[in-house]
């Protein structure tokens, strides 16, 4: 056993993802006033949590790894780290999240973090990802509730804007997803695991895509029409989008389905990234709004 083994089970790259989602969230809340401990204790606690999250995904996960070109040489299938070990790593992991965020954020973050984790390991990984076509969409709440758990650990409550952000984020899980499961249509199959496209094929996934966009795109302007962001915000929240949704439109003119799945799938990359980062710099509270409208 190597530590390289034990960062790979924790997935780094899903941890990164949702470092900026937290970050966004926690800015768009904090309107320029910033608390810097609790900022490091909202975003290493939310990172442990989805890293124990990552590491029972892994563990339950072990059967089918095995199966998917992607995935066969994972350290939990090559053996490298026992289950039992894995199952304490985890644990580990997730007492040390979720006390970071009940004890240095508070109670309301701590909960956002906890219904993630349930979902994930518990809905999606145990049982739906195996068993229902549906399970993508209810995995995509466990993969909205980092921002939304930023937000919370500043405001202290679950309002419109929270609601605004587990939404949106939902929404672009979506077309993300199925992206990859197009490029990855094989291993999918190959595992017997129900996503859409391997159900109900490919053309269906790529409608679905188009639509999931054009909802997270109307989700996404809800930030400034709430008054919550600005601007600069609403302009590259609609540039994204539409350049996005132009993308998934195309799907329909494609030769290569797998080469158009990967540019959908990159391209979702920088369209949340650029969206996290504006949402933290270009914030506006309601009361600023209103004070506009009125004088």
């Known amino acids: 056993m190597s530590l390289k083994h034990y960062i790979q089970i924790t997935k780094p790259g899903i941890i990164f993802g949702n470092v900026l989602s937290v970050a966004g969230g926690f800015f768009l809340a904090a ?34 790894d095995v ?22 790593y985890a644990t580990l992991l997730g007492v040390a999240g979720f006390g970071l965020l009940y004890f240095k954020a ?7 973090g906890l219904i993630g984790f349930v979902i ?20 995509s709440l466990s993969g909205a509730m980092p921002p939304v758990i930023g937000y919370c650990a500043v ?8 609601l605004t952000l587990l939404v949106m984020f939902s929404l672009w899980q979506m077309p993300h997803s199925y992206a990859i499961a197009i490029f990855r249509f094989n291993d999918y199959r190959a595992a017997s695991i129900p996503v859409l ?6 053309q269906a996934a790529k409608k679905q895509i188009l639509w999931y966009i054009v909802a997270f795109i109307v989700a996404t302007l809800m930030l400034t029409v709430g008054g919550y962001a600005g601007l ?14 132009y993308m998934a439109w195309r799907g329909n003119k494609v030769s290569d389905d797998r080469l158009w799945a990967r540019k959908v799938f990159a391209f979702s990359i920088f369209t949340i990234t650029a969206l996290s980062v504006m949402m933290s710099v ?3 509270s309601p009361a600023e709004v209103l004070m506009t409208y009125v004088h």
């Open 197 to 202: 496209p391997v159900e109900r094929g490919v």
């Open 106 to 112: 508070n109670a309301l973050a701590a909960l956002c």
């Open 155 to 162: 405001s202290g409550q679950f309002d419109l804007a929270a």
């Open 282 to 284: 270009d914030t506006r």
């Open 232 to 245: 600069g915000y609403l302009a590259v929240a609609a540039a994204m989008g539409l350049y996005w949704l």
């Open 120 to 139: 994930y390991v518990g809905f999606y990984s145990l049982y739906l990802k195996r068993k229902s076509v549906h399970g993508t969409l209810v995995g």
């Open 67 to 88: 199966k998917m070109e992607r995935t066969k040489n994972r350290a939990m299938v090559q053996g490298a780290i026992s289950s039992p070990v894995a199952l304490a």
């Open 31 to 64: 309107q320029g006033h910033v608390d810097f401990m609790l900022f490091l204790a909202t975003v290493i606690g939310t990172s442990l949590v989805v890293a124990s999250g990552c590491v029972f995904n892994n563990w339950i996960d072990r059967d089918i």
